[in-house]
């Protein structure tokens, strides 16, 4: 696969280009999605026996492929959760391609290991958990939500075991009834139940709703799961009744906070997760929002020891790795071969500093609440809900779903924005995640003034 020197560096110095354009855009251009005919007929056959070429193949991913793809980093993109990494972050992800630097053992990447783990006990320490909390930086959320579950059931039948108690005949995990998605994949991957908890009016899962469910669940209960900021409203749990409860009888708590634990660094959202302290696992996506690119959860644990327990595993080959008293990346999820993705939030971090990233957080909370207003007070328009972090749902009177599709097709083939159709207890609506400092409320005023 060796190509002449004059080749590799036309390739580089090509590759540098669209970089350096990708990188200077102000903003990254939206574009959309094309039908799979339109992508075969235009990008042709690309994989060949001779292959066809890397200045042809940059062509053909910058012509056709890359506009067929949304810019998640796009001010006007409001749908799902989006992600607005820094140039910084962008910038260091080139280096650690370029480095090939594995980031499993601290054998073959003690450097970034290092950089990683400041990451994780920096997030440990903001949320309240003490000294020696760590974990890893995994795929997503759902990796992320899979491996602290995993490492809660090891822990509960390793406390059975050692006490002499019989195992329940099923284990289980309590959650909100608007849970994230991932905690039913994970309880249909490890065969266990999955109990949810009804929320109350406001959509947030109370401490007397956990504590009757789970005196009804019976014997089996692992793991308490709470929400810090739900995917579809960001609305917050109430994390120290929950985390009292789960406390309180010995059961494993968690919080899924993959979008909305970033929520902490802002002065004004800090109160909403008192009781985080109380995790034994949370999970938080900086893809999400810590303005970090693809891909990148930071799985973390009050006692690493226990994800260590759970996860670590063992062949004759990594026993030098297993042996060593290393602190070892793989270790502590459900993961071996890794890429140490967490160095592009750690070198972010800290080129711009920590007070930037409350800044921009802040400035999401605020234009949040912002636009909530500005809804609210439209005499079509109302809120389904009252933001709590940066997710703001609300509904046009007399559209259905037809109508929102109509106009979600229009926004993206304008060019305008990318904001899909959401629903509520089987009613549609329309719905702004706003986790881009350069989101606008001019923008989202030009957003609702297209909802005619």
């Known amino acids: 696969m060796h190509k002449s020197d004059a080749e590799l560096i036309a390739l580089r110095e090509a590759i540098f280009e669209y970089s350096r354009q990708r990188l200077e855009y102000e903003p990254a251009p939206l574009d959309s999605p094309q039908s799979p005919e339109y992508l075969s007929n235009n990008a042709g056959p690309t994989i060949t026996e001779a292959g066809i070429g890397g200045l042809v193949a940059l062509k053909v991913f910058e012509d056709v492929l890359a506009p067929a793809t949304i810019s998640t980093d796009h001010p006007g993109y409001l749908s799902f959760i989006p992600s607005a990494p820094t140039a910084a972050s962008k910038l260091f992800d080139l280096v650690v391609s370029a480095s090939a630097i594995y980031g499993g053992s601290w054998l073959e990447g003690a450097g970034a290991v290092h950089a990683e783990n400041e990451v994780l006990a920096w997030l440990a320490s903001e949320a309240g958990l003490p000294f020696g909390a760590g974990g890893v930086f995994v795929q997503g959320g759902t990796l992320g939500n899979l491996s602290a579950l995993v490492a809660a059931r090891h822990h509960a039948k390793a406390a059975r075991l050692a006490s002499g108690q019989a195992m329940p005949a099923r284990w289980s995990l309590l959650c909100s009834a608007e849970a994230h998605s991932s905690l039913k994949a994970a309880s249909a991957v490890m065969d266990v139940d999955i109990i949810k908890v009804p929320v109350d009016e406001r959509g947030k899962l109370t401490g007397k709703a956990t504590e009757l469910a789970l005196a009804a669940a019976g014997d089996g209960v692992f793991a308490i799961v709470a929400t810090g900021g739900t995917t579809n409203f960001g609305i917050v749990d109430m994390l120290d009744e929950v985390g009292q409860i789960a406390n309180a009888n010995g059961v494993w708590f968690h919080v899924d906070g993959a979008y909305g634990l970033a929520g ?189």
């Not at 060593?324 to 971090?349: E, K, Q, V």
Request: hydrophobic content about 45%.
């Open 264 to 452: 902490m660094l802002a002065p004004e959202t800090k109160h909403l997760f008192k009781g985080v302290e109380r995790a034994d696992s949370f999970i938080v996506d900086p893809h999400k929002w810590l303005f970090a690119p693809f891909d990148a959860c930071a799985l973390i644990y009050r006692n690493p020891e226990l994800g260590r327990q759970a996860h670590t595993q063992h062949g004759e080959y990594l026993e030098t790795l297993t042996e060593s008293g290393d602190f070892n990346p793989s270790d502590y999820a459900y993961n071996l071969t890794r890429r140490p993705r967490g160095l592009p939030l750690w070198f972010s971090l800290a080129t711009h500093g920590i007070g930037a990233y409350r800044s921009a957080v802040a400035t999401n909370v605020a234009l949040a609440a912002r636009i909530a207003a500005e809804i609210a007070s439209r005499p079509d328009f109302s809120l389904v809900r009252e933001p709590e972090l940066s997710v703001v749902v609300f509904k046009r009177s007399g559209w259905q779903l037809a109508d929102y599709e109509a106009w979600s097709a229009k926004l993206l083939a304008d060019g305008i924005a990318f904001v899909v159709p959401s629903s509520h207890r089987g009613e549609p609506n329309a719905r702004f995640a706003i986790v881009n400092p350069e989101t606008t409320f001019e923008l989202l005023v030009e957003i609702l003034d297209s909802m005619k």
